[in-house]
């Protein structure tokens, strides 16, 4: 038999050995997109050319009256003998009724499936494996309380000095930070965290400070039901396991404090504020039992807050933003009377109960803040009641002590709670605002009756006219 020329065109119409050189001097027919040369060994295999010239062997026979054709693979990839045994191997299927293709896409079917069920196992292993930790942060910038915008910045400062893990330098004097009650907590597996958890914890904080770790547990209730509502977060949680009804067994008994200050010891204890040499605190005190002001509110007072003229003042609300209560004769001379406070910068502090600017050491746990308003008042409160051998009395206590002198002066109780920033019962009062005119009346009458309890004999107008300082009675 002649050899064939390298220029002679390839019949496709017959099927014929393959071989190198063939599958190389194949072409597409010009006006095709695509041509095919059977190979006369194995029967199916073909090797396909595109009219771009790419080449790959394929295989092609019926099933069922319907053509099959699957690519076997590049020739460039594949020998001549590999794809005849890859097309045999594919006829024999063909043989037994298989479609080879389909079998191709269980497989590849199969394939995606071990994959994603891998991918599932690592990421539901991934999120078995969340810590405390992990979510805190999200809880930080999402977390907040029913029915409210956003955290008070101080309890959001617990919170964080709560999680805190210890550490860093102090503020003041040598050494570092505590770890906080929920550092121990940081650390665990969201989904180990039950009963017997919290109970084992507890029992370890408690040994420190069992009032300040009960208080953790109640942060730490918040989180975990907070990650109840979370969808990502909801199987991993017990939102019950640091429930206080459940742990009521270790946790110390919840106390409503009732201290205050009672009628016969307001002139003890005013002569004992008067006494300070920080005028500052002293009237920040006093303020507080005349206006029943939380302990903050009246803290975070500006000077641009109070209005001398319409005699009223704006302070810091727990329930709403802000509200405006009166400014009564007696403590407007107080406020006027205090010298304006000076930041270590120079420039004037904005705050009227000022923190004092003092040397290095000076008044160490007292009023002096890097804020520049008052801060920590509690141990001036505690000169006070020394001075006045008076029994413990929290700052808090101050604030029940003008209601109890409210109700004494014989003011409404609406008006004492729109003073104080409380919502009154409207079953008891059928409540509505009063205007700010008539709430100054009712609490003009209530500083005149502390101020008469206290002995403290006060003429506005000769206060005013002569800038006489505080006189108690004799």
Partial sequence: MARRSKTEAIDLTQAQE???????????????????????????????VTALGAKSFVFERKLNRKTIRKTIGDVAVWTIPGAQAEARRLGVMLDSGTDPREVERQKLADAAARKAQAEAEAQEAKTHALTVADVWPRYMAEGKPKRKAAWKPRYRADLMKAAAPGGEPLKRGKGVTKPGHLAALMPLPLTSIDQDTIRDWYSSEAKRAPVQAARAVAMFSGFLSWCATRKEYRALVNKEAARASDLGDVLPASKQRTD????????????????????????????????????????????????????????????????????????????????????????KNPFVFASEVTKKGENKGRTRSASGRISEPRAYHADVLTDAALPHVSIHGLRRTFALMGEAAGAPAGAIAQVMGHKPSAIAERYKPRPIGVLGEYLAKVEAFILAKAGIQFDAQAAKAKGLRLVAAA
């Fill in 18 to 48: 393959l071989t190198v050189g063939r599958i190389e001097a194949l072409t597409c027919p010009e006006g095709k997109t695509q041509a095919f040369l059977r190979d006369s060994k194995a029967p199916g295999l073909r090797v396909r």
């Fill in 260 to 347: 205050a200050l009672e009628a016969e010891q307001l002139a003890a204890w005013f002569a004992g504020t008067d006494k300070l040499r920080n005028r500052h605190a002293a009237a920040y005190l006093q303020a507080l039992v005349l206006t029943g002001a939380r302990r903050e509110e009246m803290a975070a007072l500006r000077w641009a807050d109070v209005d001398f003229q319409n005699q009223r003042m704006t302070i810091a609300d727990k329930v709403d933003a802000t509200r405006v209560v009166p400014l009564t004769p007696y403590l407007a001379w107080l406020l006027d009377a205090l010298p304006r406070g000076v930041l270590a910068d120079g420039t």
